[in-house]
């Protein structure tokens, strides 16, 4: 009842990610019993070349990167719900049982780690769903000297500008080396911060028209919301701010100083989502104040009607209780002391005009105390 | 009705700028398809020059540099609308694709980066436009040996008394490089937002004034607007100041020593300029809280009358209730039990009386509460 | 009665720790007066060993390992209620004094100091016990050559997990030396931070529910008793951060970089739990925002029904008020002035479908006011 | 009327500086409009020395420098108002335009800057003039060999006891070079910090008693001028600080090791001046804080008194009410169902014990739920 | 009357120190006018040695340091009365006069200071007085060779457990040097912070209860006292955390390594009284947002009662109101429009059960709101 509202569906959960128990051995690679079936994907490119074949299995990835040596070659995995597969892969392309955990567990922080054989990156694709929550998954990827692979959990597919771009031959994606591709696919991670702000920008200004017009328990609730969206974006940015800047100071064979200067431009863009990030949160704790500074002037609109109408009201009917009193019409000396303006014929209507002149006054007073504005 | 209140022209939105898909690759130069057609012009100066002739294309400026190779050369391009134009541009003066992608894509941070040909410094120009609104332009240079490239979409000419000096032969602008000019410039940027910030302090001091005397719903949206004017200057000018930190650090043939000691001036403008947002912020803030307690304060105000009229009238009101009251006249031994003093002659005036002492008593009462006080 | 409630067992004290009175000599070991008596483990393991025997006495301990010196051995101290066994300690294995001391006085912080024979670290162990409050035990490591010392205060065996994989000969616990157990135990501490952080996020999600259900002062209190687990965690997390940061940049005998590579990875964890924590105060923040509105909202709610009431019926008691007046019924020229309504035989249906039409009249002003919604 | 209150004297507005306009050429020494015509002083002194004359021009002072070489000289410039004066200083004494322009543009931040031939050193002195109000001046110190030249705005005299301490011969002024003096006169502008501070606290203390005892709106502008000066003191006593530390750490000729002894006695006092202000701002924050709970207060006060007189005077006047009621005495069998107690003669007095009843039980309620404490 | 309050006696007062007036010489020795006679000490210890004896003069303390030239030396001057020894000090002692200016004017930040004789150490004790107010003394040490100088305003002895510990020769007091000493002295004082803040937690643990159960005005004082101790607690273990930490890097003859060791103890000391004090700095702050929503909740409780009473009676006074109007008994055509209801003899009855039913239905409203409910 009173303080009680219907569920709405905008509420925004920290995701509980399963953790392995506490103790557990370091490396184990435990995927989710949920976990989806791995599905393969490989792309061969070069300056004349594209391929872009479904594969099947991990004999048929070998036999096309013996088959193109020359070649540039993106690995995709996407599910991780065969755990035969995957130690194959910590086997056959060197990669540390420890990273495939982190790769495998999808709840870490955005990093870089320099290995012998490759990089190791982890990034976060955050993403807004169909239902309007967000969906934080994980990508991980290994940056090889003509091999990349990429995992992630489920099936979406978030490359689509990069992989047709691939396609086309656009830009220098066919002439540079995979840590060119490294440098796109997460250039358009944070590209995706973008929209997902102006999201946030809107529903604020938004909020703020509803606030000033009609303020109410949900515009609350939608405040909520955006302040743990903002939370967990920040929590990601910064850390894939630190990621970047690392890959930008870090010497490695497996990231050309040609494509860190793209990189920077990337760099840059985490920087200004952060700004944006930390303009959303003032901006958002400022509509909360306006949120309770409007619930406190409804309350003052009400007080103000029930005072005008009280004060008002009462004075007048103490008056008419008055001449409802029953005292004996009684003389002594000629002289009745006990309410004679009952006994004149000009009593009812003296004491109506007295009435309208306090309602005429009370109403002058209030209006001089603005009690009769709108605001 | 209640708590709504019609639009105000002074909202103050972030603006949202164009941006380029996510994904999209680097390096392309795409203007809007808003953008207006390129303005070109060419001031050439030095010692004893000075020359300011309208040119219509990119020829023109090159035959002009070609003439006088001597001479310092500042180029100005308003309006991005030619996509042609800007890609010769990049040719001509080897500037970088992503360089580009920059100055056209008109939400940069402010940032400075070396190039061998030349600096890029990209800088934000603030001012206010007719309707009070906040207007953020990009103001993009390109520093060389002896030309300088100033770019910005819109054709306001934000440089009208640096453009003054120069005819005048005034001050160092024509003996001295056009590294000086470059200063000149950013020193004209931040200059502007000693105006903007005296502005702000005016309607900070107005809205202090304001909540004290008669605070209402447009001053909480007021000070709401002025906090958004300062998250963004803030956001502005510390980038402005890293930059301008930038410069003076950057050991480069582009700048010169001398010059950077005047780029110190404009760098402890920056901090200047950052001392006062910061405390314009903390004033805001107190703002809030003055609004807040002073609708706290008119809900006293409202509850002391409400509760004065009522703890006055609501006791006499059952009074004269108890005097309507209609017992029968019995007696009883001669003793009537039922209500004598209607049946009294001085009954009347003996309650009268009884209720203006009630009254003084009250009245009294409240008078040493302090409720009968103005505050 | 008002403001009362009872009791709830879900107070959190910060624990008073029994300190050494100010000005006592450093390093005197003063057990608490209700320290346990010792309980003495060894486990004594490598590659194809794992011995796991009761012991009694520090003689069966040097006895042990005096039998298997290339073995590694994990000797667990529980409860320092003996103080000559721990002066021993500090003789037989080259314990300082004050060491010894910071073991004994369980109110550390987690810090890592190196010395020429061990590395001596304290780490916080935080759990739950079954009343629902926080438990803050100390774990103190002596890291040795081949020796690991464990020292604790109460019987409580945190570490079944790592004992069972040192049984199974699980991973490599059993192939490296003690600095791999070391950072085992260590790793295993800072897992037990996600449960608790988890049910701390359990506990806000269900007090966002009720808050914006059917808030209350009950509400209240489970907001302040997060809050200090909050500030509780922070307070050791953040050193344990900073301790892991100092065995990781400690270049000693006693710390393999192999482990290293181990101890980075729950170096991630304390910086996944301090993001988590600094999240979970925010929302703890606005959680206690939507409590103080919903109290707000409440009195809101109730003020809207007490103005309904009283703006309807304050009027209508008035004029039933004017018709109960006792002017008298006198005629002048034929005329009565003195309330003709009463003595009209419509006057009764006259006032009732006036109050009628009133009731309606404030109804729809009401309504248009958003008086009779719900929120 | 409601929340309106007569302008207080005390309002302290942030000074507008008259700034040269945006994109003027730098190094252009435009003193204000209203500068005052510059009084020129010169105290000479040594070991055995102390001259102390009054001078009308330049030459006069030139005069007195070549005919004592050997003695340190302080020049001081008071009032801006004759720019050639100003530009025949710079010539003189090797004064770069830009720092005259600093000079004359007196809202400079504190600073320090080295140059070839002097140390130009920028301090402001802030007092309280007589209405109450905080000024703002700026000092700016030339450092040479045996010069020292000191300019200020304004004709008022800040360094008094300094000039006593140089006429007595007291402490090392004597001795000393110049540097000492430069050293004696931000000390002396530091030290005026505690005085202010000392009557800030005062008034934190009183206002403290104030809003304990009687809080009103006079109460809360007081907290806002002490917040505004509060910030200001900390904007200036923070680039303070900063100067005097780039002082201590520059290595130059015109700063002795043993002067800096000394300054880092300054530096402590800064430090010092900066935790009180910390201190202050924390406590004015909490003022704010009382202030708003005392609002509430008295709004709870005002509630319980009328809660108390209508819940006793509401049932009490409906009771009066029901007898009022003017039902025909009609028996049907010999029984009145129609108020029957109107006709029992003990009727009036029962009913009036039965009110009596009731107000004791109210009563008693009230005062177990503590609406009748005073707090 | 209504806000007002009696002055409680645990106000804290931030102590107003008596300083030099601003632009005084440096160095000048101003003894407090109040300032008492000193009293002179001195404890002369070695391995073997312990002597104690009182002296009377600076000549005394000379003749026993000739005496024992291979003792340790703990001279303690307690009272600054007499301005003659204090130079006499400086002249024996090689003290600088600013050091002595420091130790006299006792509100010196904690400090170290490395001079070619001694270190000077600035220390604070910070005690609670009988009448509950904090006491914030200044300890000043000179640290030489094999003499220690202790300088305190008051006669209070603050080192007891020190000087038993000496006596009684336990621990390494007496086989260290002064230095040894000196890092007791400091440990003491840090280690007297614990009971301190102990008080303040349970204060607080108090106050919590007190909040919840039966807020007042005076736990709202109470919680400022607690602040107002914090923010002093914090300011002065921030600089003494500073100072232990530069002895900790000083390198100095009158410091050595071995007592460094002790010294860092001290050093992880102040850290948790840090942490403490900042973890009680947020619970007070949460203690502030209990109370005010405490306030809240009382308002709501009164006007839950006023609302429940107003609202049942005000409908039923309007309703006895309706039959008490006084129309006249008129029958048209035999029907009496005029309130029939009077002249029937169930009419009362009637109206009665009509009452009783409405009070029925407002009741289960009420219950089915909440309004019933005790919170």
């Not at 769903?129 to 998954?137: E, S």
């Not at 967990?232 to 200067?261: G, P, W, Y």
């Amino acid at each position: 009842m009173s303080g009680r509202i219907s569920k709405i569906p905008l509420r925004l959960r920290i995701r509980k990610h399963k953790r392995t128990p506490p103790g557990s051995s370091p490396g184990l690679i435990h995927p989710a019993e949920d976990a989806r079936e791995p599905k393969l994907f490989i792309t061969s490119y070069g300056n004349d070349h594209h391929l872009e074949l479904p594969v099947h299995s991990l004999s048929d990835i070998h036999s096309r990167l013996a088959h193109y040596p020359n070649l540039s070659h993106w690995i995709e995995v996407r599910g991780f719900g065969n755990r035969n597969l995957l130690e194959q892969l910590c086997n056959d392309f060197d990669i540390h049982a420890m990273e495939m955990e982190d790769v495998v567990n999808t709840y870490q922080r955005p990093k870089m780690e320099e290995h012998s054989r490759h990089l190791f990156v982890v990034t976060r694709v955050i993403s807004r769903c169909g239902d309007g929550l967000l969906k934080n998954d994980q990508l991980s990827l290994f940056v090889g000297n003509n091999v990349i692979i990429s995992m992630q959990e489920h099936y979406d597919d978030y490359f689509e500008p990069v992989r047709s771009r691939l396609r086309g031959g656009k830009g220098l994606m066919r002439t540079y080396g995979v840590d060119y591709l490294a440098y796109s696919l997460l250039d358009a991670v944070v590209d995706t911060y973008f929209p997902l702000l102006e999201h946030i920008g809107d529903k604020l200004d938004e909020l703020e028209d509803e606030l000033f017009d009609k303020p109410n328990r949900i515009s609350l609730q939608k405040i909520q919301v955006i302040k743990r969206e903002l939370i967990i974006l920040r929590r990601t940015v910064f850390a894939e701010r630190d990621k970047i800047n690392d890959l930008l100071r870090t010497v490695s064979v497996f990231m050309n100083d040609q494509t860190k200067l793209y990189l920077k431009d990337t760099y840059d863009h985490t920087i200004q989502v952060m700004d944006l990030v930390e303009s959303y949160k003032e901006i958002t704790a400022s509509l909360m104040d306006i949120y309770l500074s409007s619930v406190s002037n409804r309350m003052n609109q009400i007080m103000k009607v029930l005072a005008v109408i009280s004060t008002i009201f009462i004075p007048l009917t103490f008056i008419v209780g008055v001449y409802g009193m029953n005292f004996e019409d009684l003389k002594i000396d000629g002289v009745n002391y006990n309410m004679p303006e009952l006994h004149s014929p000009y009593g009812y209507i003296g004491v109506v005009l007295f009435m309208v002149a306090l309602v005429v006054v009370q109403l002058l007073v209030f209006w001089r105390k603005g009690w009769l504005d709108k605001s």
